[in-house]
């Protein structure tokens, strides 16, 4: 079992940055595969960002997000950099068992463990 918390959401301006966190318990931040998704009002949850054995990103952040974990702290974390309006979303952080060696899962059925999001709010 997998537990996962989100935190560092909050309200910016437009090309400001934000750190997102996911937190995992139940199993080592290394040894599991996590992503990122995001929902914007009135549209569906959206991949974003993926770290196990690689890393993989949205084309609309992949010059702008960046996904990191930090063993010691058992969390992986989303850095959000030139935010614009359009980054405005729920984010949350999705977890599943492995590090899905040469696999790449981006959809919402390739996960199992769900936290509850964090809003990310960038002002115009």
């Known amino acids: 079992q997998v537990q996962v918390v989100e935190s560092g959401g909050g309200l910016v301006q437009a090309g400001g940055s934000l750190r997102l966190s996911c937190v995992a318990s139940?199993?080592?931040?290394?040894?599991?595969?996590v992503s990122w998704f995001r929902q914007a009002p009135g549209k569906e949850r959206e991949f974003v960002a993926r770290?196990?054995?690689?890393?993989q990103y949205a084309d609309s952040v992949a010059d702008r997000f960046t996904i990191f974990r930090d063993s010691a702290a058992n969390t992986v974390y989303l850095q959000l950099n030139s935010l614009t309006p359009e980054d405005t979303a729920v984010y949350y952080c999705?977890?599943?068992?492995?590090?899905?060696?040469?696999?790449?899962?981006?959809?919402?059925?390739?996960?199992?463990?769900w936290g509850q999001g964090t809003q990310v709010t960038v002002s115009s």
């Open positions: 999705a977890a599943r068992q492995g590090l899905s060696f040469g696999r790449s899962y981006t959809e919402l059925k390739d996960y199992t463990y």
């Open positions: 139940g199993r080592t931040i290394g040894s599991i595969t």
């Open positions: 770290i196990g054995w690689s890393t």
